[in-house]
């Protein structure tokens, strides 16, 4: 018997504790496996179809276990331990926590449609059922209403949505590849539903300065001045819902003219400039506060307001005041607008709203010129060359002539003629 207590009973195998264990070596190092057993027959036959797999896995073949494992892989499995890694990025990254809640979300109606199907066995034509499944509200939930009463909702995803799920389910299906779990993904290749001119972009739901006016004063009038505070500090910052609403007075510094906020997306410039208007609205603020939060919730003054019910008050001024429909993210693209046209370049405004992505998202996604802009603007150009000596208002000019052509006249003046 060796000073570890394992007795050698045949070749690879020891006795230790009544058990039988194998001496193997796995990656270049030895070890030991139990066998789970003290019986010396079946001992040597679980020893001998551990070497047959060891073979099998040098040689890259699967083994029948590995394959029936792989085979009762449900997506619900698949679902879970992807949301246990944390829904890493494919290069094992964390993902902001901001898109980890929206994978979250959307791998419910995911689990709903898929949970109990073997993940081998999904295929492309799959992903239209699926969309055809949440297109006709297949998906349902529950809710309870403020009588107790619940309800159920019938949802449907859209096209952006369905897509936005699927990814979300290809991402899981990509973790279990890299595990060993699956050999492939059957969603790789999937192409989009979501047709680029189908996207309405955040301009498209921006106010002008006249109907942000009016939605204002409609909120103030009807005793949501809580609200209207919100999407001011909303449109005169260019903040998303998601970072203005959480704000406190601690990040205020007017006499700096900064306040100091978190970006959402890992987004960059950590402040938002106090601009004359916006300064205006602070202070009028600051005299109404009756919190540590700048817009605390109506009912518990020690939680932000809800973002949800903001935009519904949104939503219902614009109905009301006959107005386009506007939401919060609209907001942002109402004060890129309102930069654009005061002259500032498309890459100091994605500086200001704290956009990594640079100047093309401000001139593709965000960035619009109202028509009364564009009108004044085209009313400065000129199609034809004034007369000579008058500009185009009627004015005499003097008309300066090239410096190249000057230098040499007046050289030409100091050098005597010489007949």
């Known amino acids: 018997m060796s000073a570890t207590g394992f007795e050698r009973i045949d070749g690879g195998l020891y006795r230790r504790n009544g058990l039988i264990y194998a001496r193997v070596r796995e990656d270049g190092k030895r070890s030991w496996r139990g066998t789970g057993t003290n019986d010396l027959p079946t001992a040597r036959k679980l020893f001998k179809k551990w070497r047959e797999e060891q073979v099998l896995k040098a040689h890259g073949i699967e083994t029948a276990e590995a394959a029936l494992a792989r085979n009762r892989l449900t997506v619900a499995k ?6 246990l890694a944390g829904c890493p990025t494919k290069k094992m990254q964390p993902k902001s926590p901001a898109t980890v809640r929206n994978e979250l979300k959307a791998l419910n109606p995911v689990r709903r449609h898929f949970g109990e199907r073997a993940a081998v066995t999904l295929k492309l034509a799959d992903c239209d059922k699926y969309r055809d499944w949440r297109n006709a509200g297949g998906y349902t939930i529950t809710r309870k209403r403020k009588d107790g009463e619940e309800v159920t909702i ?7 949505g369905v897509d936005l799920e699927l990814t979300t389910l290809s991402n899981a299906l990509r973790l279990g590849v890299r595990r060993g779990e699956l050999k492939a993904n059957p969603l790789a290749g999937r192409t989009a539903y979501g047709v680029a001119e189908n996207v309405r972009h955040c301009r498209e739901v921006a106010p002008t300065p006249e109907g942000l006016a009016k939605i204002l004063d409609w909120l103030r009038d009807s005793n ?36 100091n906020v978190r970006r959402e997306k890992r987004g960059c410039n950590p402040w938002v400039a106090i601009t004359p208007e916006l300064e205006t609205l602070l202070r009028d603020m600051q005299g109404r506060a009756t919190s540590g939060l700048m817009f605390p919730s109506p009912h518990d003054p020690s939680k932000p307001r809800d973002k949800a019910r903001i935009n519904r008050r949104i939503a219902a001024a614009c109905v009301a005041l006959k107005l386009s429909h506007v939401t919060p993210h609209g907001l942002r693209s109402y004060f890129v607008t309102q930069a654009r046209q005061s002259g500032l370049t498309d890459a100091e405004i ?52 090239c410096p190249q052509e000057s230098s040499r006249t007046h050289k030409a003046e100091l050098v005597p003629k010489v007949k």
């Open 224 to 259: 949501e001045a809580g609200a209207a505070d919100v999407v001011a500090f909303m449109a005169y910052s260019g903040l998303r819902i998601g970072e203005a609403v959480p704000l406190t007075w601690a990040a205020v510094n007017i006499g700096e003219g900064l306040v």
């Open 154 to 160: 019938r949802t449907r995803g859209g096209d952006r």
């Open 350 to 401: 994605a500086m200001l709203i704290g956009d990594k992505t640079g100047p093309s998202i401000i001139a593709t996604t965000y960035g619009d010129l109202r028509d009364d802009h564009l009108l004044a603007q085209a009313r400065r150009v000129r199609h034809t060359i004034a007369p000579s000596g008058e500009a185009a208002s009627g004015i005499p000019v003097s008309i300066p002539t």
């Open 78 to 83: 698949v679902l879970d331990a992807y949301i």
